[in-house]
């Protein structure tokens, strides 16, 4: 059974990090890609970053490119999207979900997701 379970969230300044981590089981990770998605309050669910075996290597959103790094533990299980100088406008709870081989921008395309992890940036 796909299970992926999102955690880091919480409530930071701007200007601030926060490193979200998505725990896997039931699948492998090698050969799956995960992304990390995010939706805001009244507003449609956004592709934020992926990452598979390809060779184009991590994928970013233009809106956050330079302030997060997607990266896997294969040894863990786990996928985790750092994010630094974090802004206002990237609150959102954050989700993470699987499809087997290479990386989409489109959520539809993505069979497994996880609960959410919420993110707040306030000061």
């Known amino acids: 059974q796909v299970q992926l379970v999102e955690s880091g969230g919480g409530l930071v300044q701007p200007g601030g990090s926060l490193r979200l981590a998505c725990s896997t089981s039931?699948?492998?990770?090698?050969?799956?890609?995960i992304a990390w998605f995010r939706q805001a309050p009244g507003k449609e669910r956004d592709w934020v970053s992926c990452?598979?075996?390809?060779?184009?290597?991590?994928q970013y959103a233009d809106s956050m490119m330079g302030r997060v790094t997607i990266f896997s533990d294969n040894v863990k299980n786990t996928v985790y999207l750092q994010m630094n100088n974090l802004k206002p406008e990237d609150t959102a709870v954050y989700y993470c979900a699987t499809r087997f081989n290479t990386c989409a921008r489109q959520a539809s395309l993505f069979p497994h997701w996880g609960q959410g992890t919420q993110v707040t940036v306030s000061s």
């Open positions: 990452v598979d075996d390809d060779l184009r290597g991590p």
């Open positions: 039931g699948f492998t990770l090698a050969n799956s890609a």
